[in-house]
């Protein structure tokens, strides 16, 4: 082997193992060959427990099993497979017929369970004892049997912690990706709702589940997240977010490109919308791509509310997330270079408030901002009961203490506490944590250029939203590029229209499945109002015609 | 990428020097009002570019005693008079005079005082100066005084002792009545000079005990100072322009007194050829409800009848006081009532035989007829 | 799917000439609208109509010869390659030329409104910079921004325009008519040359979606910039009055300066509206990079069309600093304007089209 060859060798090459982790043996007729390769291969892992049997009793019939302590569930183990097993050992049957593989005679008549199956390589049995399952090698058999035992300990369907709704279904997504796809699947009992399972990661193999509706979902958005998926190799997944950064569009933007959500809700309205969700295992968090801007301020519980509330609050969202990258920036450019904007009383008042005031507002501003990021840090890290008292220090006696210290003005902590609230308005958390940083941005370009400054900024957000996409779809869609579905897609947005009005899906699905709603053909002559129930005359008149 | 960055590296020494604008706010001194008086006689012998022509006065408000916080400062308002050859050359003295840098984004006052005004070179050069550098916005509050603007904003003021801030509020106040004073803007006044020659402002002025009232206008002819008009002259003015609101008027009305408010006042000049001469009609509209009567039971104006006689005084009473402004415009020969302006708009053929003999004697022989219609809309809640 | 072509769609055009007219002339209009017809002014942006659709008509017959080629494919189709190079470098030249001085003008404004001690050096080159990064997403970004900015340019403006609408007085327009038609024939034509970026249709044609629409497209540009110039000119006359504009170098700001907020939530909002201004202008100047980098990249047949965006921005600084003074600068803008803009909204497409009617060269249905 050259030296150029051993800098691309994957570290995970072994004697067993080829480039991308998978163990490259055939399982072998004999048992006590794999036995012995089962040995090797799992040498120093005292939590695996394995076991050779006889369980025939005139014809030697020798299994090897082999499961992972704690990983399954032993109930289904022993109450529908080793105590069948033991039943049979002490009957006399003619089941030994010589027209079924050993396998097949296990699976006919010593499991009571329906999720066993076949398996041909080593690694697919080995993958299969890592995650739980139990892998059963049969003597005298090409095959070696999986049995589905998977019963780790979990936490369950909870509540989602990151995005309450009053009202709307409570459960979330869990670190389990077949929960978490059976969450979606209750939703949309269609077989047109297709998962595709990948396994990612060549150390940690974890289960990535990408769903989306076979006949809504442009064909070749699933081709090109399936090409992106299968991009890099790399040893191990922990979170969405590391398959989030893998396969984003621009690596430069702070701002999300993929939609991380832990609603299934949310991840099934946007799979009728024809967007795809890609579910990880161990990851409570479900990314649905492609995402725009709009998407973000989309909250599920906005469809259940009544379309005037839920108007009113897309308008209070878009307009405080403006805010609260914005507002620390125009404060600094209106009092140091343009106050000629400010009404007179005011400016007054402010001025007043900063006599004696040493440092620049500027200067304050970004003392106080960071303060509160400081705040926003420490309040995640300390443990629950102190996070309170830090909120209480730091909003309370540092910044109180601080006006009266004659050091921060207290406008500034107006300001800086009302910029904070706001980013919490935003229903999505990365979408914040952009604006947390453009934020800064904004401060600074204000503090040389004044409200010039400030625009600018403004231009070149924008001008970087423009040019961003995922996925092919550009993000300020429904915004720009609206005529693409004929203007309709504006009903989603700042504001949102009354339901029987949201008659199409939007961009991102197939040209030829853009209806989602019409009235049924049966009650389509009828003289309704729309979107009422409100029929012409009374029902009496109305049987009366009929 | 990397030319972007190297192009970043260029403006970067530019943005480390920068910030050329930035000022705090706290070390501005916010000027609310300007007084611009004449210098007494200059001296002659000096060239043209050292002798002072121009008397500013600022009163700078200390910010703190103004919004009522402690502050080092001993008074709410400093005063600072300089002389000097140009408003900017004044600014600069008065900048070697105060611990921060002046600001006139706020200003809403501009007093000036007799003497400018009388001065035509003098008034044209300040106005001009003001708007030419957006010093101060075309929405400050232009007033006249008789006597000298500095004394004015000098002298103690009880209610308020920063004169901008008594103006702004004076104007701010939707609800104030419009009778004796019409509020003009330093942009409305330069456009009305330049439309027509012709504008008004209103007279500021003060008495001993430091109560101010603003009433009256002072008329100005090609930025030349003509004439004061007193309170009952502006009130005529302000009939013709239909811009009256919630003003008394009082009539005599079977030996007592009538108190007709009105509510709403409107304007339309009309012009007809009558015997070969042009003459013009100002229709009043009038709406308002009587207020103060004393009534008793032969006195009963809750009728038609009474209503009728009530309305026919008044319509009287109003006539007379429009009339006011009309013969006074009339006996200066000016039209600041704006009927040849309004000819030009809707009689302009009419206009052009006007136009060159209008401010020559020819609106002093116009025939201007005052016709006013009054119509009593309630009468309160007694009969 | 979204498909990347750098194609745009017929709305993006119509949207990126319309931003691309409401530039810095917009806000000088009155003041040449008034000097040329008084107060009758308000009427020379329609008949300017008239002049506007001899332009459409010359450029969009050139182009729907050639569909799918902006200027640089098909001018060497017309004529000799010497000649066809050398009248696309003119282009470029202008291009560039105007847009140095358009962005001249706009630091000229700025520094008046909001930056008064800032070298003006220092507000074009951050401006030309921000600009040089929206533009090297390419056309389809650009044509994007064009959509967004839209809300942010017109809707301050109706809120201010609404206002002064209410509070106006009207009489200020009376006599109706009283202008002569040889002043308004004049005056029209002065103003149809803010209609100049319809030049840009050249290269934009090229990169529409759908070829055979060039034609609606820059009609609706056309008629909407037209009312929007004739409620403008309305609107400053109304407000600060026609004689007034004469005499105001920038008499929309002195519009916007005079105009007073309800419950004063804002005092001098003339800044804030500079938000329009900027903004709009920001698509100009975006526009004149894009299109003199993708010319130049095109006719040199470099693979990358963004490659030549930074090197055109010193090039515009330059232009743009050379008028030593805002005398010097609004001299050169208009005269810049009076004397080369018309070369390619009407002669020099005229000629090619005759050129290539004899030669029967491109498609001659179109």
Redesign the interface.
């Known amino acids: 082997m050259t030296k150029q060859q051993d800098k691309n060798k994957i570290s995970v090459e072994g004697i067993y193992h080829d480039k991308e982790n998978k163990i490259n043996m055939e399982l072998s007729t004999s048992l006590d060959t794999n036995i012995k390769n089962v040995e090797i291969l799992f040498k120093d892992c005292m939590d695996l427990v394995k076991r050779e049997v006889d369980i025939g009793k005139e014809v030697p019939f020798r299994v090897y099993g082999a499961y992972f302590d704690g990983m399954v569930n032993r109930e289904i183990l022993e109450n529908f497979f080793l105590s069948r097993v033991i039943d049979y050992k002490n009957l006399n049957g003619d089941i030994f017929e010589n027209s079924k593989t050993p396998t097949q005679i296990i699976m006919d008549h010593f499991s009571a369970t329906f999720d066993i199956k076949e398996v041909e390589t080593m690694d697919d049995m080995i993958k299969a004892i890592l995650s739980g399952d139990t892998g059963l090698f049969v003597d005298n058999s090409k095959k070696g049997l999986v049995i589905a035992t998977r019963g780790w300990p979990n936490r369950g369907v909870g509540e989602p912690s990151s995005e309450n709704v009053v009202r709307g279904s409570r459960d979330g997504f869990t670190e389990i990706v077949r929960f978490n796809s059976v969450l979606i699947r209750r939703r949309i009992r269609d077989t047109k709702l297709k998962t595709k399972m990948v396994s990612f990661g060549t150390r940690s193999r974890t289960d990535v589940a990408v769903m989306y509706m076979e006949d809504i979902a442009k064909p070749e958005l699933v081709e090109d997240v399936m090409r992106r998926l299968n991009k890099y190799e790399i040893d191990a997944i922990f979170d969405s977010g590391y398959i989030e950064q893998l396969i984003e569009d621009s690596w430069k933007s702070p701002f999300p490109q993929t939609q991380a959500t832990e609603r299934p809700d949310k991840v099934a309205s946007s799979l009728l919308e024809g967007k795809i969700a890609i579910v990880v295992d161990n990851s409570p968090f479900v990314l649905i791509v492609p995402t725009t801007l709009n998407a973000f301020y989309q909250a599920s519980e906005d469809y259940y509310q009544r379309w005037q509330i839920m108007s009113f609050t897309r308008i209070l969202r878009y307009l405080v997330s403006f805010l609260s990258f914005a507002l620390p920036g125009l404060y600094i450019a209106t009092l140091n270079f343009q106050p000629g904007m400010l009404p007179t009383p005011f400016a007054i008042s402010i001025a007043a408030s900063r006599e004696g005031i040493t440092f620049p507002t500027v200067l304050e501003i970004l003392i106080m901002e960071l303060t509160f990021e400081l705040f926003r840090e420490a309040g995640i890290r300390i443990p629950g009961a102190i996070g309170h008292v830090i909120g209480l220090v730091g909003g309370i006696v540092i910044g109180q203490a601080a006006v009266e210290a004659r050091i921060i003005s207290p406008m500034i902590i107006i300001i800086v506490a009302f910029t904070a609230i706001s980013t919490f308005a935003i229903p999505d958390y990365s979408l914040t944590s952009a604006f947390r940083l453009v934020r800064f941005f904004f401060i600074l370009s204000a503090a040389f250029f004044g409200l010039y400054g400030f625009l600018l900024a403004m231009l070149f957000v924008l001008a970087h939203l423009s040019s961003l996409e995922s996925f092919k779809v550009p993000y300020l869609a429904p915004y720009n590029a609206s005529d693409r579905n004929r203007f309709r897609d504006l009903k989603d947005t700042i504001l949102r229209f009354p339901t029987f009005m949201q008659v199409t899906r939007p961009i991102f699905a197939r040209e030829n499945q853009r209806t989602r709603l019409r009235l049924k053909e049966s009650r389509a002559n009828e003289d309704m109002e729309p979107g009422a129930e409100k029929m012409k005359g009374n029902y009496t008149s109305n049987r009366r015609d009929k | 990428m990397g030319?972007?960055k190297g192009?970043?590296f260029l403006?970067l020494p530019?943005?480390l020097t920068?910030?050329?604008?930035?000022?705090?706010?706290?070390e501005?001194h916010?000027i609310?009002e300007l007084a611009i008086d004449k210098a007494p006689m200059p001296d002659l012998s000096k060239p043209i570019n050292e002798r002072p022509v121009y008397k500013i006065t600022y009163g700078i408000?200390d910010?703190?005693k103004?919004?009522g916080?402690d502050?080092l400062a001993e008074n709410v308002k400093t005063t600072i008079t300089t002389q000097s050859p140009s408003i900017a050359t004044s600014i600069d003295e008065v900048e070697t005079k105060t611990q921060n840098t002046i600001?006139f984004?706020?200003a809403?006052a501009l007093i000036l005082g007799e003497e400018v005004l009388k001065d035509k070179e003098l008034f044209q050069t300040a106005l001009d100066s003001l708007l030419r550098d957006?010093r101060v916005?075309?929405?400050i509050t232009v007033l006249a005084t008789k006597g000298s603007a500095g004394e004015l904003t000098q002298a103690d003021n009880p209610q308020n002792p920063i004169m901008g801030?008594y103006v702004?509020k004076y104007f701010?106040n939707k609800e104030r009545p419009v009778s004796y004073a019409k509020g003009q803007?330093l942009?409305?006044f330069?456009?009305e000079l330049?439309?027509t020659g012709v504008s008004t402002m209103p007279i500021i002025s003060s008495n001993e005990e430091g109560i101010i009232e603003i009433s009256g206008a002072a008329l100005i002819k090609d930025y030349e100072f003509v004439a004061w008009l007193d309170k009952n002259e502006v009130r005529g003015e302000l009939f013709v322009e239909g811009k009256i609101k919630g003003v008394p008027i009082i009539i005599d009305y079977k030996d007592q007194h009538l108190t007709y408010m009105i509510k709403e006042q409107q304007s339309k000049i009309h012009f007809k050829e009558n015997n070969g001469k042009y003459e013009s009609t100002i229709d009043l509209t009038i709406k308002g409800d009587i207020t103060e009567y004393l009534s008793s039971e032969n006195k009963n104006i809750f009728n038609g009848e009474s209503i009728k006689e009530i309305t026919k005084l008044l319509e009287e009473e109003i006539n007379r006081q429009a009339s006011v402004a009309v013969d006074k415009s009339k006996s200066l020969g000016i039209d600041f009532l704006g009927i040849g302006l309004?000819m030009?708009?809707?009689e302009?053929k009419q206009w052009e035989i006007y136009k060159s003999e209008w401010n020559k004697g020819a609106y002093k022989d116009f025939l201007i007829h005052v016709d006013s219609t009054v119509n009593i809309q309630n009468t309160g809640i007694l009969e | 799917m979204f498909s990347h072509n750098g194609k745009i769609s017929v709305r993006q055009v119509e949207i990126l000439l319309i931003l691309q007219m409401f530039n810095t002339s917009i806000l000088l209009l009155p003041r040449i609208a008034a000097n040329h017809a008084g107060r009758n002014g308000y009427m020379l942006p329609i008949a300017a109509l008239a002049f506007g659709f001899i332009y459409l008509f010359c450029i969009t017959t050139l182009t729907n010869r050639f569909k799918g080629d902006t200027i640089v494919e098909f001018l060497p189709k017309i004529v000799a390659k010497p000649i066809a190079y050398l009248v696309l470098a003119l282009f470029v030249v202008k291009i560039i030329i105007t847009t140095g001085l358009e962005i001249r003008m706009f630091g000229e404004m700025v520094s008046q409104v909001m930056l008064p001690k800032t070298p003006i050096e220092v507000i074009i080159l951050t401006m030309l910079l921000t600009t040089a990064y929206l533009v090297k997403s390419g056309i389809e970004a650009t044509a994007r921004m064009g959509e967004i900015l839209l809300y942010f340019i017109f809707l301050p403006l109706v809120i201010v325009f609404a206002l002064i609408v209410v509070k106006a007085d009207y009489k200020q327009l009376l006599p109706l008519f009283e202008t002569d038609l040889m002043s308004i024939g004049k005056g029209a034509f002065v103003i149809s040359l803010s209609f100049m970026p319809i030049e840009f249709m050249l290269i934009l044609a090229g990169l529409m979606k759908k070829q055979e629409k060039t034609r609606q497209a820059v009609l609706i540009a056309l008629l909407a910039i037209a009312v929007i110039e004739t409620i403008v000119v309305i609107l400053t006359y109304v407000g600060i009055g026609a004689n007034e504009s004469k005499r105001q170098i920038w008499p929309v700001l002195t519009l916007m300066q005079s105009v007073q907020f309800p419950g004063s939530l804002i005092e001098n909002q003339e800044i804030l509206m500079m938000t329009s201004w900027v903004f709009s202008i920001y698509m100009y100047i975006s526009s004149g990079i894009y299109f003199s980098s993708l010319m130049v990249s095109r006719a040199l047949k470099v693979r990358r069309e963004n490659i030549f965006i930074l090197p055109v921005i010193p090039i515009i600084y330059f232009v743009s600093i050379f008028p030593e003074s805002l005398i010097d600068a609004y001299k050169y803008y208009m005269s810049f304007q009076y004397s080369f803009g018309i070369w390619f909204l009407v002669p020099i497409p005229i000629v090619f089209i005759l050129i290539a009617k004899i030669r029967k060269v491109g498609n001659i249905n179109g």
């Open positions: 030319k972007f192009l970043l403006i530019f943005i920068g910030c050329w604008d930035s000022v705090e706010l706290n501005r916010v609310l408000p910010i703190g103004l919004s916080a502050s600001t984004s706020h809403k957006m916005g075309r929405s801030m702004m701010n803007l942009g409305n330069t456009k330049e439309d309004e030009y708009r809707k302009p």
